[in-house]
């Protein structure tokens, strides 16, 4: 049963396997950041492919093509909140797309 949708923002990030911050993977440097940030969730998903500012082609179908695949960090709260973790993504310097999507929240 759904109840009364609340409005929210979602944050999409979208960055490479293989990106790093400080030796960890900065898919997973944005999970804890959102976490110690108290944001209501954060979900990474890993792409099977894709390709971005440098046109080249990555799938998990050839071994050869498959390093550097898209992982998407998709983060859900109230905008207030998004909007104050947005710093966090600047001191990462980040280097993938960073989108922000208004949302309804039903659950």
């Known amino acids: 049963?759904?109840?009364a949708a609340v409005k929210g923002l979602r944050l999409t990030i979208l960055v490479?396997?293989?990106?790093?911050?400080?030796?960890r993977p900065m898919y997973t440097e944005l999970v804890h950041r959102a976490h110690a940030a108290g944001?209501?969730?954060?979900?990474?998903?890993?792409?099977?492919?894709?390709?971005?500012?440098?046109?080249r082609i990555h799938?998990?179908?050839?071994?050869?093509?498959?390093?550097?695949l898209p992982m998407m960090v998709l983060i859900v709260d109230a905008e207030e909140r998004i909007r104050a973790f947005l710093p966090q993504l600047a001191e990462l310097g980040l280097e993938g797309l960073v989108m922000l999507d208004p949302v309804e929240v039903i659950r």
Do not use: I, K, N, P
């Open 16 to 23: 490479g396997e293989d990106d790093r911050w400080r030796h």
């Open 1 to 3: 049963m759904a109840g």
């Open 59 to 68: 799938t998990d179908r050839l071994l050869s093509l498959a390093e550097e």
């Open 39 to 55: 944001l209501a969730g954060a979900t990474v998903l890993r792409g099977v492919e894709g390709f971005g500012t440098h046109s």
